[in-house]
């Protein structure tokens, strides 16, 4: 969890000094979703990812030298600088991708699933998605395919409240998106999104039904994200107050205090890890900045295999 | 409603500047107050002020029943302003990002564009659809297309493409007026371009070229963002003794032909520049066009078509760069038109 926040502080200090370019979606207090899910996973386990998706994509094992020099557009990059923070896949650790379009990764996860059904490749597949895109059609058309296929894909909506800035209570006229569950005939589950162990838990139980051949499941996880949508939000929408509210229950020190109070580790032994994962990313920015830009010779490359 | 085209060179004295995305924010509000027919609705354009700011504080002024704030659902915000037109109201959507025009198209391709004909002429949809597009922001592939060529292609849709302030307000007046869907595409990094813009209202009707400047050697059709490339490109030509005239069709459907086959015919070359990818894209309508009309005796040079590379828009800024036309392209394309090449 201290990885990905680091990550994002880093990655929005630096886009704050321009010197990432694009735009990019900060996922910083939502990390025990992310974590807490793909603990769940096995490698041979697939995800899709978001717009959101620099948590996910750490979570599920990517290497952070690696995207953080695909935010620099560097060669050495995910996707050789061509994609940026919307596009990273890491598809030898099972991440299909993360996603500009919301919603589009939702049909995608179906069709991995899928894949695992009629090859009988045992693995499952987790759709990470938001709050706003549980409103595209991509949404319900590809739960009910899941649903009618049995098809062994887990539905994570991590419901941060807003979708830009469209509140979720605006936006959806039921109390949780996994009440859609029903609608689907698959089951649905909410759980705290900023609790790490009640995340693993629902979590678990939710890999063993489809893990078992019993279908899809969707899980909404209720969490907040800390900062703007993206690059310059002023966060009109909502108040300070709220912010305050929600940063008072903040995943980590929350897991952390936790882990302390069970005496399972001691303060210091935090604050080493806290530490070294800082150190970590400051040197996947040392290893961004080094990598060379790509060459005007890649430009055409890639387009069909 | 009574049209005048006003030609964004004149008033300068009685105008003020402001900004494109002032300007396409004028015309909205212009037209909400003139009529209560008039609405928009899209994702985060209540408080947040749409994703580029042109929604900015409209909601403070007409409420949350005429800027309507929707979900994340592009087919379904598409397929309401389709049926609220045809039933009588002249709804403009945002669709955030040009891009997923794609998630729509259903909607505008097989609905809003047919409906009437299929009707045999019973009913109409006189809606809008404004939308972002275009590369230069690092955005990548999913948010930095030029798709104008897919709904040109559509009959029943109407495509407006403006360069300027002044004809962005002038035209968006025009296309909510007009009794036809018409897809509206505002280049991003045009929004924060300022020039004098009039602040009474006036329409640009749709289907009238602008010459953005005037020459005798060389004809550059260009749309958007590169109308200004081309501008440059002549600026820095003329120095060469190269006059370069400069079309700016403002909208491609309907297409005003003529201004643009009586420039070839005065120059006898034509380039022809977009933003989007070269192949399949405009520019080969507009090469055709010139090519089967009475201008195709008076070339004395290939026509030449400058667009996009065939791939998706990259990341990397210099690679994002590489991948459009740039003013030295337009200016080598122009030489070699003119030294026959
Ligand atoms: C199809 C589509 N519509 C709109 C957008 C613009 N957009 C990007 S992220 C976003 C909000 C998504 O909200 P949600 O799904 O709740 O995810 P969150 O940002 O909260 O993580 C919007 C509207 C987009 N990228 N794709």
């Keep these: 969890m201290w990885s990905i926040r680091w990550f994002d502080e880093k990655v929005d200090e630096f886009f704050a000094k321009g010197m990432i370019h694009g735009t990019t979606h900060l996922c910083v207090g939502q990390e025990a979703s992310a974590v807490g899910v793909c603990a769940m996973l096995e490698d041979k386990d697939k995800i899709t990812s978001t717009h959101r998706g620099h948590g996910h994509c750490i979570a599920k094992g990517a290497d952070p030298d690696r995207m953080m020099a695909e935010l620099f557009g560097r060669e050495t990059g995910y996707c050789k600088g061509k994609g940026g923070s919307m596009h990273i896949a890491d598809v030898e650790k099972g991440n299909l991708g993360a996603n500009g379009i919301v919603g589009g990764g939702i049909p995608l996860a179906v069709g991995a699933a899928l894949t695992s059904k009629m090859r009988q490749e045992g693995y499952i597949t987790v759709c990470f998605f938001g709050d706003g895109a549980a409103n595209e059609g991509s949404f319900h058309e590809a739960v009910n395919l899941a649903a009618i296929w049995d098809l062994p894909v887990i539905f994570v909506c991590e419901n941060n409240q807003y979708g830009m800035s469209g509140p979720v209570k605006d936006m959806v006229k039921i109390e949780n998106i996994a009440d859609r569950a029903l609608g689907y005939g698959i089951p649905g589950h909410v759980v705290d999104g900023n609790n790490l162990p009640e995340v693993m838990t629902v979590m678990k139980e939710a890999v063993e039904y489809t893990r078992n051949g019993s279908g899809p499941v969707l899980i909404e996880a209720k969490t907040y994200r800390w900062k703007g949508h993206s690059k310059s939000d002023a966060k009109k929408y909502r108040t300070r107050e709220e912010e305050k509210e929600w940063k008072d229950k903040d995943p980590i020190r929350f897991f952390q205090d936790a882990l302390i109070e069970r005496g399972i580790i001691t303060e210091e032994e935090a604050d080493t890890v806290k530490k070294a994962t800082k150190a970590s990313i400051e040197r996947s920015v040392e290893f961004a900045e080094q990598s060379p830009e790509p060459s005007a010779d890649t430009l055409l490359e890639d387009v069909y295999a | ?341």
């Design chain 2, 1 to 341: 409603m009574q049209s005048s085209a006003v030609n964004s060179s004149n008033n300068k004295e009685t105008t003020r500047s402001i900004t494109f995305a002032e300007a396409v924010r004028e015309a909205l509000s212009q037209e909400m107050r003139e009529d209560q027919d008039v609405f928009i609705l899209g994702e985060d354009i209540g408080v947040y002020g749409g994703a580029f700011g042109v929604t900015r504080g409209m909601i403070e002024e007409f409420g949350p029943e005429r800027v309507r704030n929707t979900p994340i659902s592009e087919a379904a915000i598409t397929g309401a302003a389709i049926g609220s037109a045809l039933t009588g109201m002249k709804p403009v959507v945002e669709l955030q990002f040009s891009d997923f025009i794609t998630i729509a198209m259903d909607q505008l391709a097989n609905q809003a564009a047919k409906l009437r004909y299929m009707y045999g002429g019973k009913g109409n949809v006189p809606m809008v659809l404004r939308t972002p597009s275009g590369s230069g922001t690092g955005a990548a592939a999913q948010h930095s297309q030029s798709l104008e060529a897919w709904v040109a292609h559509v009959p029943g849709l109407k495509v407006v493409q403006p360069s300027t302030a002044s004809d962005a307000k002038g035209l968006l007046k025009a296309a909510i007026a007009d009794p036809n869907p018409v897809i509206f595409y505002e280049h991003k990094l045009l929004y924060k371009t300022q020039e004098h813009v009039p602040e009474e209202a006036y329409t640009i009707p749709l289907g009238e070229a602008d010459v953005k400047r005037e020459g005798t050697d060389v004809t550059i059709v260009a749309t958007a963002v590169m109308v200004h490339k081309a501008l440059e490109a002549a600026e820095k030509l003329a120095e060469e003794g190269i006059d370069v005239e400069v079309i700016d069709p403002r909208t491609l459907v309907p297409l005003d032909e003529q201004t643009i086959v009586d420039s070839v015919k005065k120059t006898g070359k034509v380039i022809v520049v977009h933003e989007a990818v070269k192949r399949g894209g405009y520019g080969g309508e507009i090469a055709s066009m010139i090519a089967e009309s009475e201008a195709f005796d008076y070339l004395d040079a290939p026509i030449r078509r400058l667009g996009a590379l065939p791939i998706p828009v990259p990341y990397n800024p210099a690679l994002e760069k590489a991948m459009v036309p740039q003013v030295d392209d337009i200016m080598q394309a122009a030489r070699d038109s003119v030294h026959r090449r």
